[in-house]
């Protein structure tokens, strides 16, 4: 069964930094793309980027290029996600995701880690 | 980016009722378009891809159709476990990009 865990819920303040964990299971984790999905708080979803395990090789949507960081450990099949500097404006729901391919669908979600920025 | 625009944002309906939801793009994306199903509090979960292929385990009342920049979401008998938020995505191009999403609510 393909499973995607994703690290507990976080708190915290601005300028601290962040990084947020996604387990995989139940696939070959090198060779699927793993991406993440942002969706604050009563919005839609964006689509931030996406990693392949296999190489690290990242694709950023243009929106989140700079501000965020995707990496991987294929020794323990876990994708992170990072920030050095958080923003209240980060405050969202982040659900990491598996896609056969660059430009296809997500066919399967983590149960997402709610993160909130605040002073 | 490609824009995709849904309507309506949202709509009231009852159990048994034939429902519609739309989505556009703003260029022609082929068939490169999925919808996913989303229940308050949880994640999203995948219903369809390539316009109209079911995801394993999607019930048949589920449909979708549509190429080009015009495609809809039809279910053919809303059941009580329904009532949620459909969104559509391109897949044609990164960034991936997702529509504003359908609430379906029960009238």
């Known amino acids: 069964e393909v499973q995607l865990v994703q690290s507990g819920p976080e708190v915290k303040k601005p300028g601290q930094s962040l990084k947020i964990s996604c387990k995989a299971s139940g696939y070959s984790f090198t060779n699927y793309w793993i991406g993440w999905v942002r969706q604050m708080s009563g919005k839609g979803l964006e689509w931030m980027g996406i990693?392949?395990?296999?190489?690290?090789?990242?694709r950023y949507s243009p929106s989140f290029q700079g501000q965020v960081t995707m990496s991987v450990d294929k020794s323990i099949n876990t994708a992170y996600l990072q920030w050095r500097s958080l923003k209240a404006s980060d405050t969202a729901m982040y659900f990491c995701v598996r896609q056969p391919g660059i430009a296809v669908e997500s066919d399967f979600w983590g149960q997402g880690t709610l993160v909130t920025v605040s002073s | 980016d490609i824009q995709m625009t849904q309507s309506p944002s949202s709509l009231s309906a009852s159990v048994g009722d034939r429902v519609t939801i739309s989505c556009r793009a703003s260029?022609?994306?082929?068939?490169?378009l999925n919808w996913y199903q989303q229940k308050p509090g949880k994640a999203p979960n995948l219903l369809i891809y390539?316009?109209?292929t079911l995801q394993n385990g999607v019930p048949s009342r589920f449909s979708g159709s549509g190429t080009g920049t015009d495609f809809t979401l039809t279910i053919s008998s809303l059941l009580p476990e329904d009532f949620a938020t459909y969104y559509c995505q391109q897949s044609d191009s990164t960034p991936l990009t997702f529509g504003g999403g359908t609430k379906v609510e029960i009238k």
């Open positions: 390539g316009a109209s």
């Open positions: 260029q022609s994306i082929s068939n490169y």
């Open positions: 990693i392949f395990p296999s190489d690290s090789d990242a």
